[in-house]
Structures are given as structure tokens and as C-alpha cells.
């Protein structure tokens, strides 16, 4: 498996590489980990005639907590956030979901911008971003945009982002006092994409009621969703064992899966109620310690 | 248990010495068929068929060639004026090798590119326009003999369905009458699916035919490089490739199971494309290549087991519908197309059995070779395994209650089996007796009963088999009517060291250790002082290959009979040296001395340094020996293996909890690599249990053509496996051993299977046919609540 | 379109000219003749083509040889001196962590990053550690053993420096 040929351009700045793209114009494509894009060239499924390299972008790898947010940059790798402390300490919704991601290997050159990016309602990073309803910085030829992530993921493969639009960074509510989350995903075997994965954050205040909540699905419809009934459910309440059932009901009412090598629709949309149940309980547990 | 006649410096019998291959390999100097560089050399890339069944109206090379590199496209109707475009399958059937006309399935060859590199090659792959007429494909097997099924196969002469042959042993009448009268008979259709050997290492080749010596260079992927040469030798003769200007190199080989037996479509290009172009041509397949091409199982078993409502098993029949896919290259002894599938009795003690099969074209890859299974006898081992396992449930019998009562004692042996084998040696009962201790069986009975109190879903599985391998007798076995033997050269030098060459092939297994460890128990040997070659057929003696387990049962033989030629020898010159009469010399490992007399001896260094410099008048100089191995019986190494795993009712997950293999595979060799091949069978064992199969649409697509989507386990879904050993010596082998890679992949399917039924019983599911994943105990929890 | 790369392979530095879609397994491989880095599956599933790109284990049939520009690069035959054994190597031997060979040279690779990562890991963590590296032949038990073995004797020598 060969890709065809293209013109690789190596970019070192954000400037340069929106720049090249307009020059490039459509059949030009950005790499950052290329562990997608790669890939669907090998197999001839993507034949890009130009290929921007930005992962030697100086600047965009890093996670930090500013302000309000935990920013990450976005080209900071999986596996950068596997070991970091922060994340490790703080945000054990990444540390799940990261685990779960293709393999070690693969996470040393994936990047969380890419994975988001990419668009694949397969990948797991969309659904841990709608469950803490993320921000997605990037920069285009008008500048630098702040896309809220309900407005992000348009369709198959198809995002908010402009051609000549770099994801630059994600930003996320920072942890505090109350607030917890929590990924799984079902798979065949590990490394898999997910047969379906659930996504849940949450915010409780003192009293325990629900502040905040996010739920987000992996690869149960076309684009990454956000599980809305669920959610409207559980905010302003304090969540109990019949209000997470009930939840876990909308949640395999709500999501659209189809049936292929990874199970029936019936079985996907079991699994999406089940999970929805144990992520809820897991991040409702996180949140109180 | 075994004990060691020579020293751990010495290396024989019994001693878990370190491998002498390793080296290469840790340090990355392995010689992998895709490291061989030769000068001058092409890269062939073949274009193949998106559809299952379909007429091929034009294939327009005018794109690809334009591509600077692209050196030539070689059609059907190119090799058709060669007379090349078809060959011989190892069971006399016939396939295509380039297509003039019909493709008959997915991924089939249609032509190949020839360029000056790989990436030039695939871009040229891509640029062949071929214009197709798509057909509907048969790609359910129960549909193929249809009235109205198109004849997939006209072009043979007098095939006039899709039926390949119809096959039976036993005696019907009788079996039919036994389970009609029967108090119980358990009935099930069992189905184990396509599967893929998926070695990490793909197949491929690099052809090179020198104009000037008319000499014709393969280094193929080959586990049967003889095999190969003189198939090559029928092929192509006609062309003038005679076999004595035909050397196969087999390099080293990333893993073989089966799948390097054939010779697939692409070898025979390649070597056409050299014979043509003149230039070395090399073709390595893809990932998508190798699992689309190929194939093992896919056999339909309709099972009947009658039984006592005690619980002795009186008789089994099995009816079976195999798809072959379009042409059948089963690569099995040609008197046995099914393979030995009549091993399905199992390792029971009952008088009636039928087996019956009928083997059909569809419109698939052909295939049908092992996946590390010495010719179906994975399917004969699930099959009764199953079955005993569903009497047990349904008169409510411990499975290993009901398997002790029914078991062929230890003093049975040699053992008539109803469907004709003579089963060789065995201690069933002490081998299912270990297992149990070993597993905790009683604890974990009352585990289960516990468990299933609370509603948890938790399951034994046991699997007590009867393997058969080390193909075989002359008189019954043979590939394209070449005598199953196998053999050994060995080559004694002065200085006492030595090179010993067999027909055989290592893939894996371990040859450069046990071979070398055969002969220093026979000689007394250390063997780190002796080279083990295989895989030329430039230097190799001639052999059938390494798959099937019978390269410790066939050729292993052949070293310690060729070693005891050499020790006769030695004896003379021991005697002349001496000065005492041949009767007067006794042997103990590495050294010949005086009866009665030990202080005067000669080692066996001394003895080879004499049979070059002080021979005894009239003897013939030098130190060397070689047999050729016709082995009297099969070999029947047998096991217990019991599984427990726990299956989530909301889910559908399956957690395998412990797995306990015990082999009998007769006397070791050496058992860390013993221990080693069961290891790794076992993991090839709950692939098929749990996880792989090919899968097909309605259109004869693969579903699952990538690693991505065909699910080869990883070291998180491989249990942490537990072993152990009974040792009843084969009575017939020189060496009392048996042959064991393959017996854990036949034994764990079975073993996980019952485990996972047994686990879902309490909901009233009787069967699910392998792989049984999350998803289907899922949809079966449903169907039954 | 050509680009000249130079990058530094198990020490030594190589300044080659490279097309874009040249794949860095195939540059390691076919331009450099080192050939212990295999190809498996072209999809990044096998992991038989793990090598080390500046100190991380990665996937080299999924990676642009273009790419690899200025990094430092290490594959099988540059982990130990000719003629002697990096720690995994003596254990895979030791504990009979290989059969046939083929995935040998990137499970090490791939050990190398874990252990540099997790010193002392579980015999979950490793299972998980080598997930994205398929071995056919030896069900893993004795490669679970092989680095176990060779994580013990990695933390003597850091011990002992």
C-alpha cells in the first residue's frame, strides 16, 4: 500500500502554512500526526495533491490551565497527555479515553488537534470535547476564531473548519471542586475504534445538584453527538440511580448506530445505554472526591 | 517423566536449552524473502478483481505502460500462449493463474505489473484499466448445488454441477440404526467460519532466471521448498524449466501455519515475468492480499450423537457441506481430500461412526489450507467436542464425568478407531485428571453453582482431544503422488563437529535447536557443535515440508535413524581403533568403549577424526549418513485443556478467567520450545474461538479484508496461558515423541466454546458457533430472555 | 518532487534525497539496507516496522520518510554494539520471547519506549504496552516474561550508574 504521489511542503509557522494552503487551494490537505490521513492515502481512499506538514510548528504543544480552561495545544500528542501530570491528576477523562486509543505507538505521533479535527465520529476525542463542551481555537485566514464545539462537527468528515483553517488549541472547562468525568468505549479488541463509547462530565455543586453536564457518543451516528435529552434531564438535579436508568434509556433511544462488523444497531444502542449508566455513576463519583 | 541420558553442555533429549536461531533475529539480520536484494531487480505488483464473479471484456495496458518504469503488464492471454495461464492445485484441481476470460472471486489475479520499484509498480497497478461484466456471484455454499445455480466450473470437463466430490467413510446403515434406537440423541448444525492464518510476515518471491546458465533462482516463502520445485517442474516444463535447473530458496519465514504451503497464482507470474524479462523479479503481497487469498475451515457440520441415558456414547455421524471457494487447493494428501477429518470419533471408546462431506465451487478465494491444523482436524475435534459436550447438558452430566466414562482406556491402545486410524498411545484419563488438579475443577464447580445463584453467568469449558499428525505412510500418503517420507543428511567432519540438512523447512518451530538436539542425544554430539540447514533444494536432501506437526514425527526420525547408521559405523572404526572385535564395543552417549573395559574408549570426535585419517581396510572413508523416514503410523498426541470465563449478561463480554492446557505429545525434546509452540497455539486457538473470521456480503466482498477489521488477538486479548505435560512416547517413533505445534489450536476452540455455552446454559442456550464474540452472546441473551 | 532529509540513524548521520510519498519504513529499509525493520500490514496494526524516532517508539510504515528530517533515528541494529545484546535482546533470548523472528525487531523497539516510560510495569501494563504490536507465533506469555526480565536488569544498570 503506496500513497500516490503529492508535493509535501514543510511549514514552520501557522502563517506560513494557511499560506501555503491558499496557494495549494483545495487539493491540499494538512498533516499533523498523519496517523488518519496517511492511512486513507496508503489505501488510495485520499489523494491529496499537496500535503502541508504542521507538526513542526513551534508552539502548539502544551497543556496548561489559564483562567478558566485547561488549554492544550493542538498538537500536542496522545501520549504527551498519557504521562503529563496534570492530566494525569486532574483530568482522568483523557487518561481514560487516551488509554483506549489505538495503541502506544500510534498515541507517540497522534495529536488531540488531529483527532478532533479529522472529523470521524469514530475517533474518541469528539466525544469527550461535546461532554465538556469544549472550545476549538483556530486560525484561518481572517485570523484566529474561537468555535464553540456544538458548532464544530458538521457531517461525515466534515467540520466548522475552513480548508485553509488550523486547529490551534482546545480548551476545556478546568477542573474543580465537584466537577469529574469519565470515557469508555466498547471494542472488538484493543486499539479498536469504538463498537460505541459514552463521554460524560459533570459539575456538582455543594449540595451535590447538577450544575453542568455533558454527555457526548462515539461512533453511534454519522457526526460525534451530543446525547441533549439526557442532559436536559440531569441538569439542576441531583442525580439519582432512576434518573441515570432513564438517562441510559434516552441515551439508546437517541443515538442513530447502524449495524456492521462491530455488532447489530440493537446491540450498539444496548451498549450506549449501558455505558451512558456506568460513565454517569463513574464521573458523578470522580466529582464528589 | 522423561529423563535426560546426556549432559546440559551436550544439549539432548529433555534439555530446555536456549535457541541457536535467536541471534539473527534479535539483532535484526534474519533474511526475510522481502530482505532478498538481488542486482538489476523488478518489483511485480498485481492488479486484482473488485468483483466476486465477473467476465472480463478488455484490459487496457496502454496507461500503465506510459508510466516512465513500468516495464510491462502481464496478462492471461500473455501466459495463455505459454500454455501458463493455468496450473495444478496440490489436489490435482485446477486454478487459474492469470485469467483470460472470468474472474471467479474478490481479489482474484488479473494481471501483473512489472516496474523498476514498488511505489512506480502500485501507481501502475493502478493505471490498468480492465473493463469488467459483472455476474451475480454463489457465495452461500447450501446454494451452489441449487437447479438453477449458474455452473461455475464449465471449463472442466464433465463437471456438470457445483459439486467438487462427495466423500464417506464408516458404515451409514449401522450408524443410522444405532442413533435411531438410541435413548438419547444431541443434534446440531455447527459451523466453523473461514479463517485467515494471518502471519505477520506476508507470502511473496524473488524469480530469477539467469539466460546464460538457464538456471532458474526462487527464493519463495515456502514451508515444502522440494514440494515447490517439483510442481514448478510440472508447470512449466513445457517451457523448459526442468527440474534439475530449478533451485527454491526458502529464507527465513515470519510464521507459516499453513498458509505457506500453497503456491499461490503470483509465484508463477513472477517467475514467468523473470523467464521473460531476464531480470530477478521480486513480489511481496500486502496485508489485504494475503487475508482476501486464502483461507482454512469453512466447513458446515451437521453433528448427531447417540448416547446411553447413562451416558455411553454409542455413535456419531457427521454430514458435512465444505466450501472450497472456486477451485479446491486444499493442500491435503491426495488420498484424502477431507484431510483427516475422520479423527472426528474422537477420543472415545464406541463402535459406529459416519462421516460424510460434499465439497463445493463458490465464488470465493480459494484456499482450504491449514491454519496451524494438520488437515481438518480442527473441524473433527470441534465437531465431537461440541457434541459431547451437548449430551452432557442434556442428561445433565459433568462433561468431565461423562468424558472419564467414555474415554479409550490406556490399555487399549494401539486403539482401532470406528473410521480407520490406529491410534498409537495415550493415558486420556491421567491427562484429564491433571488438567482438573492443575485447575482447581471440583472449587470451581462449586464456584459456578454459587454463582449462578445470583444470576452471574459463569462457565467450565473442557476439551479433551485426539490429534493426528506426522503425515505419513507412504503406502497411504502422498501430495501429487510424492510419498510423504522425510529426511536427514548428516555430515560428521574431522574435527567432530557437524552439518546436518533436512527436507524440511522451520517457520518458527524452533528446527536449528531440536534437530541439533535430536543428533547429540544419538551422537553424543554437544549440539552447538552442529549446523542445521534446511530450505535449499540446491543442498537439502528431499523432503515434503514442515506443516501438518510432522517434522519431529517424519524427519526428527529420520535424524536419529541417520545418526544410528553413523553410530554403526562408528562402532567398526571404534573397534579397529581399539584393536578389539565390533562385539566387543559398547556405546554410552558420546563415546565407544571396551566391554567390561571403559578406561579404553574412543569419543565420537576421535571416531569421525579416524574415518578420515585411520580407517579400517575395506571400509568406505568419511562420516556421513542419511535417511529417508517412511513412518510406520501417524502419531496421535492428545490433550486436556479446560477454560473458565465469565460472560456479562448486560453486554455480552466475555473475561476468560483461567485456561489450562496439558499436552501428551509423547517424549520432548526440548520443553522450553515445546512449551513455547503451545503457547502460541493456544493464542491461535481463542483467535478463531473469539475473534476472526472472513467475513463475506451478498456479493462475495470481504468484509474485512485489512487488519484494521480482521482481528488477530493482541497480547491484552491472549489469556495468560497455563501449562503442562503427561508423556505417553509414541510406540512407534524412534524417539517415543509425537509432534505437538498444532494440537492447542485444535484443542482450545472447543474448550472456549463449551466454556462460554456452558456459562450462558442457565438461560437455556445450547450452542453458538465460533467466533463467539461479545455482539452474538449479546443478540443470544436476547433471543432466550 | 525530491527533498534532501538528513537525519541521524543509530548514530551515524545520512543525508539522502527522498521523493514526498517515500515511506519511512521503505527509506529505513530499501535506501539505508537495514533491514530488521519489517512491514507487516501497512494499516499501523502490527507494529513489525516499530522503530525509535527521536527516543519514541512509532510506526514507521505510517510515516513519511520526508518527515523524519532532522530526527534522531533508532532502529534494531543500533541498540546494541556488534556483538553484544541490549538487555530485551538477552531476555527475549532467554525467556524464548521469539519464534519465527518477524515481530522480534519491533516488540523490542516497542519495549524500549515502554520501559523508558514505565520501569517497572505490571504484567497488565506490558500487555498493554505491546497492544499495538502482533505476535503470531508465541501467545505472548514468555514476551510478558522476556520484558519483565529485561526491565529488572534495566533498573540494575540505572542502579548501578
Known sequence: ?????????????????????????????????????????????????????????????????????????????????????????????????????????????????????????????????????????????????????????????????????????????????????????????????????????????????????????????????????????????????????????????????????????????????TITKRMIRLALERAQH | MFKCKTSPEVGGMGHSVKRKEDARFLHGKGNYVDDVKLPGMLTMVMVRSPYAYAKIKSINKEKALAIPGVLAVITGNDLAQYNLHWMPT?????????????????????????????????????????????????????????????????????????????????????TDEVIANADVVVKERIYLPRIHVA????????????????????????????????????????????????????????????????????????????????????????????????????????????????????????????????????????????????????????????????????????????????????????????MVDKLAAEIDKDPALLRLENFIKKEQFPYDSPLGWSYDSGDYEATLHKAMEMIGYEDYKKEQAEKRKEGKLMGIGICTFTEVVGAGPSKDFDILGIAMFDSAEIRVHPTGKALARFGTKSQGQGHETTYAQILAEELGIPYTDIEIDEGDTDTAPYGLGTYASRSTPTAGAAAAIAARKLKDKGKKIAAHLLEVSEEDIEWEVGKYFVKGAPEKSKTIQDVAFAAYTNIPPGMEPGFEATHYYDPPNLTFPNGAYICVVEVEKETGAIDVKRFVAIDDCGNIINPMIVEGQVHGGLTQGIAPAMYEGIEYDDEG?????????????????????????????????????????????????????????????PLGIKHLDIPITPAKVWEAIQAHS | MKHTVTMTINGESVTAEVDSRLLLVHFIRENLDLTGTHIGCDTSNCGA?????????????????????????????????????????????????????????????????????????????????????????????????????????????????
Open chain 1, 1 to 273: 500500500m503506496i500513497p500516490a504521489n503529492f508535493i509535501y511542503h514543510k511549514a514552520t509557522s501557522v502563517k506560513e502554512a494557511i499560506a501555503l494552503v491558499q496557494t495549494h487551494g483545495e487539493e491540499a490537505k494538512y498533516m499533523s500526526g498523519g496517523h488518519s490521513l496517511l492511512p486513507m492515502m496508503k489505501l488510495r481512499f485520499a489523494t491529496p495533491e499537496h500535503i502541508i506538514d504542521i507538526s513542526k510548528i513551534d508552539g502548539l504543544s502544551y497543556i496548561k490551565e489559564d483562567g478558566d480552561f485547561l488549554k492544550i495545544g493542538a498538537l500536542t500528542t496522545q501520549t504527551d497527555m498519557e504521562y503529563n501530570a496534570l492530566i494525569l491528576d486532574k483530568y482522568a477523562i483523557f487518561s481514560d479515553a487516551i488509554k483506549l486509543t489505538a495503541d502506544p505507538s500510534v498515541r507517540n505521533v497522534g495529536t488531540i488537534g488531529g483527532n478532533i479535527a479529522h472529523g470521524d465520529a469514530a475517533n474518541d476525542q469528539p466525544a469527550l470535547m461535546l461532554a465538556m463542551r469544549a472550545t476549538i481555537v483556530a486560525e484561518g485566514t481572517d485570523g484566529e476564531k474561537e468555535i464553540p464545539i456544538d458548532e464544530f462537527f458538521h457531517g461525515f468528515y466534515m467540520t466548522a473548519l475552513e480548508p485553509a483553517d488550523i486547529l490551534t488549541e482546545i480548551r476545556v472547562p478546568k477542573a474543580k471542586k465537584g466537577s469529574g468525568g469519565a470515557y469508555h468505549k466498547v471494542e472488538r479488541k484493543v486499539g479498536d475504534y469504538a463498537t460505541a463509547g459514552v463521554a460524560v462530565h459533570v459539575e456538582l455543586d455543594d449540595m451535590g445538584v447538577c450544575q453542568e453536564i455533558g454527555i457526548g457518543l462515539t461512533n453511534v451516528s454519522a457526526v460525534p453527538m451530543r446525547l441533549d435529552r439526557g442532559e436536559a434531564l440531569l441538569k439542576g438535579k441531583k442525580i439519582t440511580e432512576d434518573l441515570i436508568e432513564e438517562v441510559g434509556t434516552m441515551a439508546s433511544e437517541d443515538c442513530e448506530p447502524t449495524s456492521d462488523l462491530r455488532g447489530s444497531e440493537a446491540y450498539k444502542r444496548s451498549i450506549v445505554n
Open chain 2, 90 to 174: 496440490l489436489l490435482s484441481d485446477t486454478q487459474m493463474v492469470l485469467p483470460t476470460d472470468t474472474v471467479m472471486h474478490q481479489s482474484q489475479e488479473v494481471c501483473a505489473v512489472i516496474a523498476t520499484d514498488r511505489y512506480i509498480a502500485v501507481d501502475g497497478a493502478e493505471a490498468v484499466e480492465v473493463d469488467y461484466e459483472p455476474m451475480q456471484a454463489i457465495v452461500d455454499p447450501f446454494k451452489a448445488l441449487d437447479e438453477d445455480a449458474p455452473l461455475l466450473r464449465p471449463d472442466k470437463e464433465g463437471q456438470e454441477d457445483n459439486q467438487i466430490y462427495h466423500w464417506e467413510r464408516g458404515d451409514r446403515a449401522k
Open chain 2, 199 to 386: 502471519s505477520i510476515e506476508t507470502c511473496g518471491c524473488v524469480a530469477s532466471y539467469d539466460k546464460d546458465t538457464q538456471k532458474l533462482l526462487v527464493y519463495l516463502t515456502t514451508q515444502a521448498p522440494h514440494a515447490i520445485r517439483t510442481v514448478v517442474a510440472l508447470v512449466a516444463g513445457h517451457v523448459g524449466l526442468s527440474e534439475e535447473k530449478i533451485r527454491i530458496i526458502s529464507p527465513d519465514i515470519g510464521g507459516g501455519f499453513g498458509g505457506k504451503v500453497p503456491v499461490y497464482p503470483a509465484y508463477v507470474v513472477a517467475i514467468a515475468a523473470t523467464f521473460l524479462i531476464g531480470k530477478p523479479v521480486k513480489w511481496i503481497e500486502d496485508r489485504s492480499e494475503n487475508l482476501v487469498n486464502g483461507f482454512a475451515r469453512d466447513y458446515h457440520m451437521d453433528c448427531e450423537l447417540a448416547a446411553t441415558k447413562e451416558g455411553k456414547i454409542q455413535a456419531f455421524k457427521v454430514s458435512t457441506l465444505a466450501d472450497h471457494g472456486y477451485t479446491d487447493s486444499s493442500a491435503n494428501p491426495s488420498k484424502y481430500p477431507t484431510g483427516m477429518f475422520s479423527i472426528c470419533t474422537g477420543s472415545y471408546d464406541y463402535e459406529h461412526a459416519f462421516a460424510e462431506l460434499d465439497a463445493v465451487y463458490t465464488n470465493k478465494a480459494p484456499g482450504g489450507v491449514a491454519y496451524r491444523c494438520s488437515f481438518r482436524v480442527t473441524e473433527a475435534v470441534h465437531a465431537i467436542e461440541r
Open chain 2, 701 to 761: 466482498n470481504v468484509l474485512n479484508g485489512t487488519l484494521m477489521d480482521y482481528l488477530v488477538p493482541t497480547a491484552v486479548e491472549s489469556p495468560h496461558w497455563e501449562t503442562g505435560h503427561t508423556i505417553t512416547p509414541s510406540p512407534h517413533h524412534p524417539l517415543g515423541a509425537k509432534g505437538v505445534a498444532e494440537s492447542p489450536t485444535v484443542g482450545a476452540p472447543p474448550a472456549i466454546a463449551n466454556a462460554i455455552i456452558d456459562a450462558l446454559a
Open chain 3, 49 to 161: 516496522c516499530t522503530i525509535l524516532l527521536d527516543g519514541k517508539s512509532i510506526k514507521s510504515c505510517t510515516y513519511l520518510a520526508v518527515r523524519a528530517d532532522g530526527a534522531e533515528i533508532t532502529t534494531i541494529e543500533g541498540i546494541a554494539a556488534e556483538g553484544t545484546n541490549h538487555p530485551l535482546q538477552q531476555a527475549f533470548h532467554d525467556q524464548h520471547g521469539l519464534h519465527c523472528g518477524f515481530c522480534t525487531p519491533g516488540m523490542i523497539m516497542r519495549s524500549i519506549d515502554l520501559l523508558k516510560n514505565n520501569p517497572n510495569p505490571t504484567e497488565e501494563e506490558i500487555r498493554w504496552g505491546i497492544s499495538g504490536n502482533l505476535c503470531r507465533c508465541t501467545g505472548y506469555n514468555n514476551i510478558v516474561k522476556s520484558v519483565q526480565q529485561a526491565a529488572k536488569e534495566l533498573q540494575k544498570e540505572s542502579e548501578s550508574v
